[in-house]
Each structure stands twice: as C-alpha cells, then as structure tokens.
C-alpha cells in the first residue's frame, strides 16, 4: 500500500512539476519573440527553442519521476540509452529541420550609387522574412463590359501597390478558376487572395477575400465600396497587409506606401489597356504614365523588336521615374542600360538589386540573359537554384529545370517532379524533356500521352512534341547529328539572333535577351522543346540546292496560336562584315558584304548593305540631305521624319504599329533599314502628281521561293500618299 502511495505522490509531483515546465518554457518562449521582433532577428529562433522544448520533453519526464535516485546519481542502463539517444535524435531533428534557415537578422542594409553619384544604404528585410502573397482574379457579379478588364485589373493593380512593402511578396496570376487557384496556391502558400466585384450606379463594390490555401475556404473577406477604383485598391491592400499577420507598429520596419494613383494612373481607359497589356495605348492615353513606358521597353528588349524603339521609350520612363517606388525607379536603370547595350553596367546594377529582391522575376530574367550571353551555364545553374530555394513557385521552377538541363543534371529536376507531383498531377510534364534527355524515350511518351488525355484544349503546344517523338521512334539521334544546327541566326523581321552550341553532348539554344534551354531532334533537319504548360518550339533547317544552310524556319507554338519567323543563318564571313560596318570601317565592309554575298547569294539584304555603302560614299553629305528631307512627312499612318540630320520611319494604325527604324538610302529612292531586314522603302510619283509610299517584302516561302515582292491590296494596304 505504501508504495502505490509512493508511486501516486511521485506521479502527482512530476506531473506539478512538468505543468510547471510548461508555463515557464512558454513564458520564455513569449519573452523571447518580443526579442526578436524588438531587434529584427530571425523568428525561427522560436521555432527551434519550441521544439527543443516538446522534444527534450520524454528525458524531462523521466528525469523529474526518478529525481530522487537520479540526484543519488543512482543511473539505470535505459535511462543510459534513452536520456542521450533523445537528446542526440532532437539534435539531428533541428538541423534538418532548420540547418538551412537564416537565424541572422530579418533585415540587411544595402548600399547603392543614386543618380548623382552620392552612396545611399537602406535597411530592408530580407526575401526568407517576407510574406507571400499570391493574388488571384475577381469575379464580376453582374456582366458589365466598361468594367469586365477588372476582373484581371483588380489584382494586377493591387500586386502593383504590395509590392512597395518589402515585408511582402506579392505574385499575381492571370487564374479565376478555384480549382486552378488551389492548385497553384497550395504548392507554395498557406493563403491566397481572389474577390468578386460589380459596379452599383456609380459605385464600385468590391468584395476581397483571404482564403485558405488548400481548400478555398475564405479566412477573412471585406466588402469595400465607393466612386473612386483607385481609392478602393488602396483601401483593400491595406486589409491585406493587416489580415497577412503583418501589422505594422514601431518595431517593424516600415516602407513608404504611395497611393496607387500616384505612381501608376488615374485614367481608367489607361488602366484598362495596360492590364490588357496594351503598354502602347496605355502610354497614348495617358503621357504621364510612366510604368507603362517601363514594361512596354522591358518587352521591347525581350522580344528584341527595334534598338532605336526601345531607347526612346524608356528614355521617356526615365524622365518620369521620380513618380514610381524606389524600385521600379531601379527598374528603370537596369531597363536603360540594357537599351543601351551598357551590359557590364547592367549586370553590376541587377545583382546589387539582387540582394534586395532575390526572387524578382525581371531581375533574374535580366541576370539569366546576361548569363546566356556568356554561356554561363554554371551561373545559370547556380543562379536558378538559389531562386528556386528562395521563393519556390512557378517560374523559379520551370527555370530550375531549363537551368539542370543545360547543365546535364535532369536527374535532379525528375527528382523534384516527383516529389511535388503528389500534390500537383499537372506537373508531370515536366518530366518530358529531362527524360527525353536521359534516354528514357518510352517513359516521356507515356508521359506526354497522359497529359494529352488530362489536357485535350491544349493541341497546339504538343505539336512540337507529337514531331519529336514521332522521330524519336525509328531514330536514336547521336552528337553528329546536332552540329549542323551549330550558329548565330539572325531574324528577318526584328533584331533577335538565336544561337546554338554544343556542350556535354547537347544542343544549347539562346535567345538574346532571354535565356539558355535544351533543343531536342524532331528530324533529321528539325528540332524541337520546350515546356508544354509555357510553349514549346520546332525548327527546321531551310538549305539551298547545294545542301548549305541558309537559315531556319522557327515555329513557336502557344496555346491558341503559332508565331511562324525566318531566321538567317549567319556564317563567318556575314560575322566580319557585320563587325566591320559597326565599327563604321566602311571600305573594309564593302567588301566583306561583297564576299559575304558571293558565299550566301540567297541573303538579298547583304547586297542592299553593300549597295548603301556605295551610295553614301559616292553622294556628298548635303546631297543625301536634300533626299531625305524631300521624302519627309506623313504618308497615312506612316510617319517619315529628320532626326540629327537622319530619316527614320515608323507606321501606327489602328491594327498595326512598327518600331522606329532609320532608313539607309541606297539609290535616289529607296531605303532599307537594319532592324527588318527583309523590307525595302521606295518612294514613287503617283500620277496623281503626289509622292506615295510603298514597300516591298523579301519572301521566303515554303517552296524557297527567295525573291521581293509588292504586296497592296484590299487585305493589305502597302500604297500611301503623302498629306498635304
């Protein structure tokens, strides 16, 4: 009998004594947040010392109901084995569990040069400490087309206005399905954003809700009406900021939030065209719109459309880039130097940017293309899983996956798959080039099959693959066969060049301004990739009656439409002459074009070079005057105009708008220009007795059928007479 009572009072004790243990761990616990977020230190701190807590916890109790004989230092084997075995487990348990955390500061300072050259350092809290925030389409309530733009509007704008606070980090997706919303959310994110809206009179009303992730059920909503849209946007980041767990207080860090207006635009047509991605007509509504003159240069450089184009318009951001947030004001920079081909300049500015927001998409982009540049491929490798650990989402993994499989480590993005794939079946595909890449043929298919059947609206971007694999069942391609696609190409509509290497026995394809990926054979002159979910591409070589390659026909397949380009093979003695008439060593460029020609008699635009060449330097500087301000002015919707004592064209309609070119006269009136080489300008007399416009196209058909041609007719207007 005594000794149950001893054994009851003995349990009662621990039990007084372990209750004790937890007040107190958690009080300490409470003390030692209030430190953390006092001095800006990592809040895993917490984490760790509660687990350490819970899981020293079986020892505590073992300790605390033998304390009597253990404080004899009377020690029985298990508790021998059982006290460090504990101890040495919750050990191995916290590194695992936190060895790759930062337990530094939640914040660094960052020092950078401002525009008059004084060093400015700021203190910002590092991307691990950051809330993401993905943010997802409104559902419009009552159908309204003044306000149907909204519905992708609301959340555009709204991730434009979170972004100042970089205690957040805001992603915006083009998604109004809830399956789909879940889908993407709950990969990454414990919470996202989606709402509905409608328009009362007057009025706007919108209802915005926090949702959680892996279900949709909405955590917090709030219904948010008024006249003012823009109003209304800054009124709701606010709630998203404060319901985010993000209330800001005099131990936080604090960010300038500008009123949204003020920095983007209070024109709602404005609003609408660039939401709509119409960054052109966004800017022509509004002059002042100065993100707007920033993304359309951003996509200007990406798809490599025209030089001279993009150096007006984000000279035009420039000139407004006090009016945006400290950051897209950065942008700017960065966008400028790559205008102005400063790459050394750009690279040293996107890597201090960097620091400050390592998952930035156009910052990476921009690093990424710098590497592409120098066939970096372990910078790319190296650069993209950093992102991908830092921020792990839809466009750092699809990068990670490019970058491994340049690098030849598709293992490791199979790997990845697989394990993100229990979560989210649509990923799959992604497997399909890295096992294409391993040799694993029948694996892919059965891959690419599957998705087939889960994705029947998706045929146009399997067309690349359905040639791939139809090739790959009767072919085992080797390294020789990839040579003959080794090369710079150069666009006939814009400045884009591709370039191909090999290296570890795969074909490397980079997109100036873009970034490094995999080609695949679809045939024996045909080449194939690309990510299904995104675009996939097919290229075919296009050669001349000798078996020389003269250039490549490239297919870039999209879900609901096919970009059909031409691309010119550029060989040595193209390269030389390039080089030479850049470095306005017009003598020696004459007669390399002339070489160039005689080897590639297919490439018209070589002979028009040379033929303005010889026309410039047989022609007096005044006289070429007189001939370009004769043929200035307004032809329709072409415009022709003197510029530092240079012609340049450009032609907006209503349907089309090209980039600003500058013409080279190479006879008394005809003109080419470098950015699309495959155009010739000739001004006529019309028998009306007015100067007309008209230009003729370099057509490379399908039957290789190299010849120019005039084209006008009820489709197509290509005859302008000049306005009075």
């Known amino acids: 009998m005594s000794t149950v009572s001893n054994r009851k009072k003995k349990l009662i004790n621990t039990l007084k004594f372990f209750a004790a243990y937890l007040v107190a761990a958690w009080t300490f616990l409470q003390f030692v947040d209030w430190v953390l977020n006092r001095y800006h230190i990592s809040p895993h701190w917490v984490d760790i010392l509660l687990w350490f807590f819970i899981g020293i916890s079986p020892s505590l109790l073992i300790y605390l109901y033998h304390q009597e004989r253990l404080n004899k230092r009377v020690i029985k084997l298990r508790e021998k084995i059982f006290i460090p075995l504990n101890i040495f487990l919750l050990i191995i348990a916290l590194y695992f569990g936190f060895g790759n955390s930062d337990l530094g500061a939640t914040t660094k300072n960052i020092s950078y040069e401002n525009e008059i050259g004084e060093i400015e350092t700021k203190t910002i809290t590092k991307e691990e400490f950051r809330i993401g925030i993905p943010i997802y389409g409104f559902k419009q309530i009552d159908k309204d087309s003044t306000t149907d733009w909204m519905r992708y509007g609301i959340g555009k704008l709204l991730y434009e206005d979170l972004l100042q606070n970089k205690n957040l980090s805001p992603e915006f997706e083009y998604i109004t399905s809830t399956t789909t919303k879940i889908r993407e959310a709950s990969l990454f994110y ?13 009025e706007i009303k919108i209802t915005t809700h926090i949702r959680k992730a892996n279900n949709g059920k909405s955590i917090k909503k709030q219904t948010f009406t008024g ?3 823009m109003k209304l946007l800054d009124d709701i980041s606010v709630f998203i900021t404060s319901e985010a767990g993000l209330v800001e207080n005099h131990n936080n860090l604090n960010y300038i939030d500008l009123p949204i207006n003020e920095f983007i635009s209070n024109s709602l ?6 939401v709509n991605y119409d960054y052109r007509k966004a800017y022509d509504i509004d002059k002042y719109f100065a993100l707007a003159y920033l993304e359309e240069a951003k996509r200007n450089t990406l798809y490599n459309r025209g030089k001279l184009e993009t150096q007006d318009i984000i000279d035009k951001a420039f000139s407004l880039k006090n009016k945006l947030p400290l950051q897209k004001q950065l942008e700017i920079y960065i966008q400028r130097s790559l205008a102005y081909e400063r790459y050394d300049e750009a690279e040293k500015q996107v890597k201090l940017q960097l620091e400050v927001d390592p998952t ?7 690093l990424f293309a710098i590497y592409g540049e120098t066939k970096n491929t372990e910078g ?3 650069a993209a899983e950093k992102l991908f650990n830092d921020d792990a989402n839809s466009f750092s993994g699809l990068n990670l996956a490019e970058a491994a499989m340049v690098n030849g480590e598709e293992n490791q993005i199979i790997e990845a798959v697989n394990k993100y794939e229990v979560i989210q079946p649509a990923i799959s595909a992604i497997k399909i080039e890295p096992l294409i890449l391993k040799g694993d043929i029948k694996k892919a298919r059965s891959v690419f099959e599957e998705y087939k059947l889960s994705n029947p609206n998706n045929s146009n971007r399997n067309r690349a693959y359905d040639s791939i694999f139809n090739y790959l069942k009767d072919n085992k391609p080797k390294i020789d066969d990839l040579k003959q696609f080794t090369g710079i190409y150069r666009s006939q509509n814009n400045e884009l060049l591709l370039e191909f290497w090999i290296k570890d026995n795969r074909l490397i394809r980079f997109v100036k301004n873009q970034t490094m990926d995999i080609m695949i054979p679809a045939g024996p002159d045909a080449l194939g990739g690309g990510f299904i979910q995104n675009g996939t591409f097919y290229g075919k070589l296009i050669k001349d009656n000798n078996g020389k390659i003269i250039g490549l026909h490239n297919y870039q397949f999209n879900w609901n439409n096919t970009i059909d380009r031409f691309h010119w093979k550029l060989d040595d003695h193209i390269l030389a002459a390039n080089e030479a008439y850049e470095n306005q060593d017009l003598k020696a460029a004459d007669s390399l074009y002339k070489i160039a020609f005689k080897y590639n008699p297919k490439h018209s635009y070589l002979k028009n070079i040379s033929e303005h060449i010889n026309y410039i ?5 005044d006289s070429i005057q007189l001939q370009n301000e004769k043929f200035a002015g307004t032809y329709g919707s072409r415009k022709f105009w003197i510029e530092d004592n240079k012609l340049f064209y450009k ?3 209503e349907e089309t708008e090209l980039v600003k070119v500058e013409l080279l006269p190479i006879s008394e009136n005809r003109y080419i220009d470098l950015t699309r080489l495959g155009t010739i300008m000739e001004f006529a007399e019309d028998p009306s007795g007015k100067l007309a416009s008209k230009a003729y196209s370099y057509v490379v058909g399908k039957e290789l059928r190299f010849e120019w041609e005039f084209v006008n007719n009820e ?3 290509n005859y302008f007479l000049k306005d009075d």
């Open 269 to 274: 047509p404005a609003l609408e065209a660039y």
């Open 190 to 202: 414990d919470f996202y954003v989606d709402g509905s809206y409608q328009k009362v009179g007057d």
């Open 227 to 229: 006249p003012d849209f």
């Open 617 to 621: 330097t047989s022609k007096n500087i």
């Open 360 to 366: 930035n998409e156009f910052y990476n982009r921009v």
């Open 380 to 382: 790319f490798m190296a």
């Open 651 to 653: 032609r907006k309609g």
């Open 715 to 717: 489709e197509v207007v």
